[in-house]
């Protein structure tokens, strides 16, 4: 009986989220509209106590619960503790926008909290089934989110191309999934790795398996030659969700690709080295290449991303400990602007007039300089130009690959580094070497503004002192792998 | 200078570690000798561990001296040492502790450790112990940093006056590192050391040594000369402007003073981040395209320079530019190296064929801009070549010697031909600025002290006149707003005073004997004409083609009748615009006089230079 408490204590985080989640739904209908905010804050609320739940587990040993399906280690903590910071802050930057479009509702917090649910289940998960389980919550709850603007066509395509390629890649990860039960026996990914280090299995339907365990990844990732919905979905969702979308899943495909393929499948490493640097290298030259071609904003982020997971990807490559090291370095970093980003964005928008193309942002120097200037340090972190974070972040994840004496891969991220520093470098253009159109100061909702500020602020002072963090992201990795 | 030892140390028995530093006297006899990190311990690297499970005191000789001329040897039995103990250091390498020494060594003493059984020589030389002038470096980098306050409600008057009260303030912050130089030694000085990014063994390490002093001075005060000349001409948003310029003259101290190869880095990218916006927000019609080829062109080659360190680091496992020095690499990886911080310098200093961005740049920036990339960010190249590119990688330098002189004598000649059928002023003194810059890698890898000692010098009187030059055409330019060559004729009967400075700049930039443009291309054709009679001849015809193309710009410009309406209405200099004129033009002076002002601070520097490229690394393996 004990032992069930302290396995339910276990999971008393994802517990608490889905009891809340539920409860969000059902109290929404009884919510008068201008009332809204209580749900807002009933969210915020669920997210500090998850959070302080997951802090009172203690993370120096793995600890696992209901016959091992559920795993908590230091990764997890670590990771689980972001996502809930990470989703705080959408929630923060996406509230007055929800407002003015009159969104703001229990669906919108509740799907939230269910995708959260989802991608803590997976990075919890030490079993197949229980990947999929969190992976299948994740996305269900990401494809209604996609179409929430029920009345925009584009939101309502976005959500069909992403819910099919979806449904597809879930479909592929599960036949790779069976292919592995299949030859080990098992669902637990431990016994999986043993089972497959220990007897002879013929290596090239093994390889077939985690051929297609490696799509689903790389789908949920959105690195080429999967990436084709994320342009999509990045445009057609509404800003709040497109934040959410490039931010919290990431936690969970990447826990997905640690626990697969450091953590189950490892015996395997030279196989799935190989898929890791082509992807890697396609994704950067493709994200960076066709970046410089777009017009609109947020597809530009888009591609921008699948460049930024390629450079990810090139940590994981890697195939050391010190490349994941490197790589959840990175993707911390990535998360802080790209909720800079969107954050801006919002801000920027208003019910009249929405950001949509880059155009948009011309002559902002003149008119917003503070949000310029915020706009400006987060490209130079997302190009990658000290001092701000995002050098340090491409900087470990070269350090690691050179320390491979892969030094090819290493000239070539920096070629595309290079190309894509053009992109980013247009936005300042834009903002600062043009004349604006308009003469007046546009008034931007100033708690948002002072969030925004520590957000994109911290990536400069991060940029001056990047030891904690890198400390952090290093212990947090140290202690599972 | 007598072999402390009575012959024990022989030539061949002699191993190079991380952290050794060579010192030539004059003497035949050579010293080999480490510098401290720390007040009163050894660095050394991860590879040395000289001290072996059997070490005790009886293996070792120690002797000491405070001027390498009378030795005294220490030995336990004696006062002098308490104890010697190998230990490890906070960084995890191996060090050696003396303790209790008396008499308590001063700044420049030096010690030798000699290994009886192997005959392995280890030396030392005691740097800025707890110096008080230590943490004059990190103040000269925040302080122009501070920048200033971005108030754009503040009068522009106010604004100029701040401004100039910050740049005067880290000029003078700047002096004392002139005056407390020790020009004698040719170890880095006023350290200053600080555990920063540990995962990574990345510290924020500062130091200067006589190629970084004179460069850093020149820095803070073109700074000076930048924001007094930019009083009229900006009015758009100056408070941004200055702070601009504050913040890049901090970053680009900070790039001389660094003694960390990823802090060196973060400085040299973090300079293009102001550049970039002063050339674009500030400057002419064209500036998105020269501002972002700009940016492109130089991140490049960084970028490049950034995988040579990562590689280094792979090899070593510290990021100190010190343990660079004595770091064994094989040929291949040398060449590599070479060719990658070739790349990130050649783009900077420029070298032909990578300098098509500095025409366009040059012509679209601001003033002040212009100044400050002839004047300073071009030496940054010419200095990175010397701080990292030849001793980092000294065999693939003697190997690629015939390539980098060629280039730089194509820099000279050709591009000096280029700069003669230039119709826009600025962009013939951009032109200019390459030949004279290909004067400083032609001297630089020559690797005799005369041609080396003669490049620096270039590289600071270039400073002065190519600033100066730029200050005179952008005192035109802001009367008239044109800068081509044929909407002027005949300035000097409306601005003669004006007219006489801008013909002395014009004699100092074709080299005339008595300003500082001679000392150092003479020096370099001298220098060269020791390696090769050819080359010294085709240096020297920049005599005649500097001559032809200075010479010619004055005559079109200034001399003659009053050419057109725009030119009658020209006013002369005003008090303001007299004074960095005259400032300038005396520094030339002084310079083209008497240049052992340089050359003293940079002497030991360059032998020191010298020996670190001369001595081969790519045998010990």
């Known amino acids: 009986m004990s032992n069930l408490i302290s396995q339910l204590n276990l999971l008393a985080p994802e517990i608490f989220v889905a009891l809340m989640a539920m409860l969000i739904l059902l109290l929404d209908l009884f919510v008068q509209d201008k009332n809204k905010h209580f749900i807002y ?65 229990g669906e919108y917090f509740s799907l939230s909290l269910f995708a959260l649910l989802g991608v803590m289940l997976m990075i919890s998960s030490k079993n197949l089934l229980l990947m999929y389980m969190g992976l299948e919550l994740l996305s269900l709850s990401l494809y209604a989110l996609i179409a929430l603007n029920r009345d925009d066509k584009k939101s309502n395509e976005a959500a069909i191309k992403y819910f099919v390629l979806g449904a597809l890649a879930s479909g592929l990860l599960l036949y790779g999934m069976s292919m592995l039960y299949g030859f080990s026996g098992s669902l637990d990914l431990y016994t999986i790795g043993n089972v497959i280090q220990t007897q002879e299995i013929n290596s090239e339907l093994l390889v077939f398996g985690l051929v297609f365990i490696v799509v689903g990844i790389a789908f949920k990732l959105g690195a080429v030659p999967f990436q084709m919905w994320v342009p999509d979905v990045y445009e057609g969702s509404i800003t709040p969700v497109t934040m959410m979308i490039s931010t919290v899943p990431k936690f969970a495909a990447v826990a997905m ?16 080295q190989q898929m890791l640097l082509i992807m890697a290298i ?109 050098f340090y972040a491409k900087f470990s994840v ?54 925004l500020t520590i957000n994109a602020g911290g990536l400069l002072v991060l940029g001056i002192f990047p030891k904690t963090l890198m400390s952090i992201s290093a212990l947090a990795v140290g202690g599972s792998l | 200078m007598a072999k402390p030892d009575g012959g024990l140390i022989q030539e061949t028995n002699l191993q190079y570690y991380a952290g050794a530093q060579i010192i030539y006297t004059s003497a035949p006899t050579t010293v080999y000798v480490f510098t401290f990190n720390t007040a009163l311990s050894l660095g050394s690297s991860t590879s040395w561990n000289p001290f072996d499970a059997d070490y005790t005191l009886n293996n070792f000789k120690i002797f000491t001296s405070p001027n390498a001329q009378t030795w005294t040897e220490l030995t336990p039995a004696s006062t002098d040492i308490d104890a010697l103990s190998s230990g490890v250091n906070n960084a995890g390498q191996p060090v050696l502790v003396i303790t ?49 306050a971005n108030g754009t409600e503040l009068s522009i008057r106010r604004i100029n006056y701040v401004a100039l009260f910050g740049a005067l303030v880290s000029f003078i912050v700047t002096i004392p590192i002139y005056k407390n130089f020790n020009t004698t030694l040719s170890t880095f000085q006023f350290q200053e050391f ?88 500030w400057g002419g019609p064209n500036r998105i395209y020269a501002t972002i080829k700009f940016f492109l062109y130089t991140v490049l080659g960084s970028l490049l320079m950034l995988i040579a360190f990562l590689y280094l680091y792979f090899k070593s496992g510290t990021f100190s530019i010190i343990d660079y020095y004595y770091l064994p690499i094989s040929l291949e990886a040398q060449i590599l190296i070479f060719l990658a911080f070739f790349m990130a310098f050649a783009v900077k200093i420029p070298m032909w064929p990578l300098h098509t961005w500095l025409p366009d740049a040059h012509v679209q920036a601001p003033t002040g801009g212009s100044v400050i990339l002839a004047a300073i960010m071009l030496k940054l190249g010419g200095y990175s ?102 909407k002027y004729g005949g300035v000097i009967n409306k601005m003669p005073l004006f007219t006489a400075f801008a013909v002395f700049f014009a004699m100092a930039n074709a080299g005339l004997p008595g300003t500082s443009g001679f000392v150092g291309e003479f020096m370099v054709i001298l220098g060269s004409m020791k390696e090769n009679f050819w080359i010294a001849f085709i240096a020297a015809t920049t005599l005649i083609l500097g001559a032809s193309y200075s010479l010619w710009l004055i005559k079109r410009v200034f001399y003659g009748d009053v050419g057109n309406a725009a030119v009658a209405k020209l006013s002369d200099i005003n008090s303001r615009e007299f004074l960095i004129l005259g400032v300038l033009a005396s520094l030339i002076i002084l310079v083209g006089v008497y240049p052992k002002i340089i050359s003293d601070i940079t002497n030991s520097s360059v032998l020191q230079f010298i020996e670190l490229v001369s001595f081969s690394k790519a045998g010990i393996l």
């Open chain 2, 385 to 486: 070549f010397i701080r990292f590119a030849m001793p980092i990688s000294p065999d693939a330098t003697l190997l690629l010697k015939p390539l980098m002189i060629s280039l730089s004598l194509i820099a000279i000649v050709y591009i000096a031909l280029v700069a003669l059928i230039q119709k826009d002023m600025k962009k013939l003194i951009a032109y200019s600025s390459i030949s004279h810059m290909g004067f400083v890698t032609l001297g630089l890898f020559l690797i005799s002290p005369l041609a080396v000692e003669g490049a620096y010098i270039q590289m600071i009187s270039h400073g002065f006149i190519s600033a100066a030059m730029f200050i005179c055409v952008g005192i035109l330019y802001d009367q008239t707003h044109t800068r081509e060559i044929k």
């Open chain 1, 282 to 390: 396609l994704s950067m030259a493709v994200g960076n290449i066709t970046a410089i071609a777009q017009k609109k904003i947020k597809r530009m982020l888009a591609y921008s991303t699948i460049s930024h997971i390629g450079f990810i990807l090139l940590g994981f490559y890697v195939g050391t400990i010190g490349g994941v090291q490197a790589s959840i370095f990175y993707l911390t970093t990535y998360i802080i602007m790209t909720l800079a980003v969107f954050g801006l964005i919002i801000l920027l928008s208003n019910s009249q007039k929405s950001i949509e193309f880059i155009d948009d942002l011309k002559g902002l120097s003149q008119t917003n300089p503070w949000e310029a200037f915020l706009m400006m340090i987060v490209m130079f972190s997302l190009a990658g130009i000290p001092p701000t974070i995002g």
């Open chain 1, 398 to 451: 070269l350090q690691v690959v050179i320390n491979e004496e892969a030094v090819w891969p290493a000239l070539v991220a920096i070629i595309m580094a290079l190309i894509g520093m053009y992109y980013y470098l247009r936005i300042i253009r834009i903002m600062y070497f043009e004349k604006s159109d308009k003469k007046v100061k546009k008034k931007t909702f100033l708690p948002m503004l002072s969030v």
């Open chain 1, 41 to 105: 804050g009933l969210s915020q609320l669920t997210l500090l106590v998850a959070g302080l739940l997951t802090a009172s587990l203690g993370f120096s040993e793995p600890q696992f619960a209901f016959k091992d399906m559920f795993i908590f280690d230091s990764l997890a903590m670590f990771l689980k503790m972001t996502s809930y910071i990470t989703l705080s802050v959408v929630f923060i930057y996406s509230r007055n926008y929800l407002l003015d479009k009159k969104l703001l509702n």
């Open chain 2, 194 to 281: 600080h555990h920063w990014i540990t995962p990574f063994n990345i510290n924020y390490h500062l130091g200067v040594d006589g190629f970084s002093v004179p460069l850093i001075l020149l820095t803070s005060f073109m700074t000076i000369m930048v924001i007094l000349i930019s009083y009229q001409s900006q009015k758009f948003k100056s408070a941004s402007y200055y702070s601009a310029f504050l913040i890049m003259s901090g970053l680009m101290i900070g790039v001389f003073c660094a003694l960390d190869s990823i802090l060196y880095y973060i400085f040299w990218e973090a300079m293009l981040i102001p550049m970039f916006l002063i050339i674009g927000i």
């Open chain 2, 100 to 148: 209790a020494l008396t008499p308590t060594p001063t700044s420049g003493s030096l010690f030798i450790v000699l290994n009886k059984t192997t005959g392995l020589v280890y030396g030392t030389i005691v740097t800025a112990v707890n110096n008080g002038g230590v943490d004059n470096l990190t103040l000269n980098q925040n302080l122009p940093a501070g920048g200033v």
């Open chain 1, 257 to 272: 690709l640690i626990r697969f393929l450091f953590q189950g499948l490892d015996y395997l490493v030279v196989d799935w």
